[in-house]
């Protein structure tokens, strides 16, 4: 079982740092362009992969938050990848069954998540950091499906909706997973507060991926 589980957790590292290289590239490359569609093709694959082998680590090792990390990270994928095929929800277009189940999903994880932070908080068997990151991340996932299942029920008031979802979902996604990355090697190196490089990425990503979309749309408004 060990052998097997060391294979899944090789297999997991390879497919995150091509996940993180891939990602990189067609973060940086010119949208709609040949690069840019093939590093966002293997981007989305190794994600895939990303996502079923932390389920299983996450499982075996009973670690809270790379599940959360892993459901967090591949949600955001997939509702990036789905905009592209939801480009008319302005106008009459449904979406499917699976875009309802996959916002129900993480919507659940992230209730039972928030719920954690909040039993840490009570009962105090957590360092404040641990609280705080476990109900930030929570809310922060909660947030994710309710911005992603909105348009199913209220149209978006722009045509271009479906590009400001795409760039938002893949750059989330894209931050989950430099968070993982990031605090793993901090764990096993002790080069920080864990916390700290937790929180890091989406304090920095987070407001970079805010003015970038403001930008968009300033954009398309000229």
């Known amino acids: 079982m060990d052998i097997a589980i060391n294979n899944i957790l090789y297999l997991h590292i390879a497919t995150g740092i091509l996940a993180l290289l891939s990602g990189a590239m067609a973060i940086f490359s010119k949208k709609g362009k040949t690069t840019h569609r093939k590093t966002g093709k293997l981007y989305v694959y190794a994600m895939t992969a990303v996502f079923i082998t932390g389920l ?43 875009d309802w189940l996959a916002g129900a999903l993480n919507t659940l994880a992230n209730l039972i998540f928030l719920g954690l932070g909040i039993y840490y908080l009570i009962s105090g068997v957590v360092h404040t950091g641990g609280i705080i990151l476990t109900i930030g991340f929570g809310l922060g996932g909660l947030l994710l499906s309710y911005v992603n299942l909105k348009p199913f029920i209220l149209k978006p008031k722009v045509p271009y909706h479906w590009y400001l979802s795409h760039i938002g979902n893949m750059m989330g996604g894209y931050i989950a997973t430099f968070t993982a990355f990031l605090s793993t090697i901090v764990t096993h190196n002790n080069l920080m507060n864990p916390y700290i490089a937790f929180a890091l990425p989406s304090l920095i990503g987070i407001p970079l991926l805010i003015y970038w979309q403001n930008r968009i749309e300033k954009t398309f408004k000229i």
Do not use: D, E, M, T
């Open 56 to 98: 299983i680590l996450a499982g075996y090792k009973f670690n809270r938050f790379l599940f959360l990390i892993a459901f967090l990270s591949y949600y955001s994928v997939f509702c990036g990848v789905r905009s592209l095929r939801l480009k008319q929800l302005h106008k009459s277009q449904r979406p499917k069954w699976y």
